[in-house]
């Protein structure tokens, strides 16, 4: 078995991952540690997948950064200590470079590498891969811990070509420092992404104008110091901790809302969503249990967040386009704020909405809407992902009849478990659509489908079997199960990157929407059950 990728002297593994972000990292050491040979190729030049290209400004996590860690090395837990509830984007790297040290696995990657083409031959029961760089391997089977949330959607406003400033995208920032001090800019895109920009930009820019397509929920995240000792608490009883987790919807310490809005009196009502709204992280979500299902109850906190955002903002029609978000709260990712609406109160603060005044094109100078010119020096696009496909399609990974995910994937992605799906032997996609994904807990989800993994191919391998995939039927029950979860709630009608809207109008939605504690199971079934619902052979 080779332990380096350069002692691989016929350029073929076990297992081939994809990506070194923080299910890389965790996929590679796992593997490793089981005897298998591995090498992990990423296109970055470093470790951290999302939080190494997603380096603007203002960047950091909307879970609690001590959830959103491995749960599984208390030596790790027991020497990481973090600074606050959320962290920012430089400590999640420094945590990421750390537990690749501590796990020995760094020389297991191949960096500033991307993959090409991933093509399957049956023949010999093997994945043939190709990188930009030359790179040429073959292994039993890949993994793509490529992300969900990778790969970027490109601006393509007419007249980009054009402009004389800087431009630059929230999901690929450069690695040198960018000083934006007294410059002008423009951010376009008000997602996670743009909301946390605006809010870092705003403090050290000239003039700061937000292009706002849609209005989004956004609440503070109540971001904290944290305490060394009780982390080192945490640690001690980390096995607990996780066990804790995997209880819970999310894979965080959020719980299900125990009643529904009618449950409460007027009053009790205010005290729930106060409570919550101070609790920050993602409490706005969890405060009646029928809030998702039911547009009454819904209501009720969706109004509650546009008062507060009508408290913050003076400027009364700069506050009415804040608050004028055209779907339920919780249908699209809440996102977190340290302080975004309280930005628009700053004189270098402009809010363009721009359904109301269309963007009609980039200009030499900058951007022309259909009532005005705005002159910026830089323009940042914060546009968001081509979700769940976008890394698989970008890889160039092909069957065995030349079959690609843009094809196979294009009325919605399809899986079993959302680790697998019918089309592609021994192929596997931790976090993949179908599964939990983007609603829960990814560090912890990656952990636990790594571990998935490794244990099938343990199987496979003492069992004498070379390949795995699911059935259709398999699939297709499984896509008929995650359809029907999605099919009351209010979130499948609402546009954003978790659905995918087929040209007939019908809609798919592609996270598993019921709860990582209530998937657990079904995917430790499977296992239980010699692999029910996978060809072996
Ligand atoms: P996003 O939520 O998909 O937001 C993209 C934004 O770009 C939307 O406001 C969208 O407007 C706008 N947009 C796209 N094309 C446009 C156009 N042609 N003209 C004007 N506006 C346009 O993407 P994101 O902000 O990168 O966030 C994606 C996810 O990444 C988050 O939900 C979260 O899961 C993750 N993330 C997490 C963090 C964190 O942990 N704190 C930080 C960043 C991202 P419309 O809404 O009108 O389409």
């Not at 996102?335 to 030499?364: A, C, H, K, S």
């Not at 259909?370 to 496909?389: H, K, P, T």
Request: aromatic share 10%.
């Amino acid at each position: 078995m080779a332990s380096n990728p350069l002692e691989s002297a016929d350029g073929h593994y076990d297992v081939i991952v994809v990506g070194a972000g923080a299910g890389g990292i965790y996929a590679v050491q796992r593997f490793a540690r089981q005897g298998l040979s591995v090498i992990g190729i990423e296109s970055g030049s470093g470790v951290g997948g999302v939080w190494f290209h997603n380096r603007y400004p203002g960047a950091r996590v909307d879970v609690d950064s001590v959830e959103y860690s491995y749960q599984f090395s208390y030596e790790l837990a027991s020497k990481w200590n973090w600074t606050e509830r959320n962290a920012a984007q430089a400590e999640l790297i420094a945590y990421l470079e750390f537990a690749t040290d501590l796990f020995g696995v760094r020389d297991k990657f191949r960096f500033s590498t991307r993959v090409t083409s991933a093509r399957w031959n049956p023949v010999d029961c093997q994945w043939q891969v190709e990188t930009d760089q030359g790179l040429h391997v073959s292994s039993r089977f890949l993994v793509m811990a490529s992300g969900n949330l990778s790969s970027s959607r490109l601006p393509q406003f007419p007249g980009l070509e054009t402009f004389k400033g800087e431009c630059f995208l929230t999901s690929h920032w450069p690695r040198e420092d960018i000083d934006l001090t007294g410059r002008r800019v423009g951010v376009i895109g008000t997602g996670s992404s743009g909301v946390q920009v605006a809010t870092a930009l705003s403090a050290m820019v000239q003039h700061l104008c937000v292009f706002q397509r849609t209005a989004n929920y956004s609440v503070p995240a109540q971001s904290f110091p944290l305490d060394p000792e009780l982390q080192r608490q945490r640690a001690e009883r980390l096995s607990k901790e996780r066990a804790i987790l995997l209880t819970r919807p999310a894979g965080t310490a959020v719980v299900r809302a125990k009643h529904p809005m009618s449950h409460y009196t007027e009053a009790e009502r205010i005290t729930q969503m106060e409570r919550q709204w101070d609790r920050g992280g993602q409490g706005m979500s969890a405060v009646f249990s029928d809030q998702g299902v039911d547009l009454a109850s819904n209501t009720a906190i969706s109004d509650f967040v546009r008062r507060k955002i009508h408290q913050t903002v003076t400027n009364r029609s700069v506050a009415d386009s804040l608050a004028s978000q055209p779907y339920p709260i919780g249908t699209r990712r809440l996102i977190l704020d340290t302080g975004y609406y309280q930005i628009f109160n700053q004189d270098n603060v402009t809010l363009v909405d721009v359904r109301e005044d269309p963007l009609i094109e980039i200009t030499t100078r900058g951007i022309r809407t259909g009532g005005q010119q705005f002159d910026l020096d830089v323009i940042v696009f914060a546009l968001g992902f081509r979700a769940f496909s976008g890394a698989l399609v970008d890889a160039g990974i092909r069957n065995e009849d030349g079959l690609g995910f843009d094809e196979s994937w294009s009325r919605g992605p399809r899986t079993l478990l959302g680790l697998m799906c019918s089309d592609f032997p021994n192929l596997f996609f931790p976090t993949g659509a179908g599964s939990p994904s983007v609603l829960a807990n990814m560090i912890l989800l990656n952990e636990l489908h790594a571990d998935w993994i490794g244990d099938t191919i343990s199987y496979l391998d003492q069992h004498g079997y070379r390949s795995i995939v699911p059935t259709r039927a398999a699939e297709d029950q499984w896509c008929e199960h995650v359809a029907e979860v999605a099919a009351p709630l209010l979130r499948l009608k609402v546009d954003n990157y978790m659905v995918h809207v087929n040209t007939d109008g019908s809609r798919v939605f592609m996270p598993y929407a019921a709860g990582l504690d209530r998937y657990l199971p079904q995917a430790e079934e499977v296992t239980a059950s010699g692999y029910k619902g996978f060809q072996l052979s």
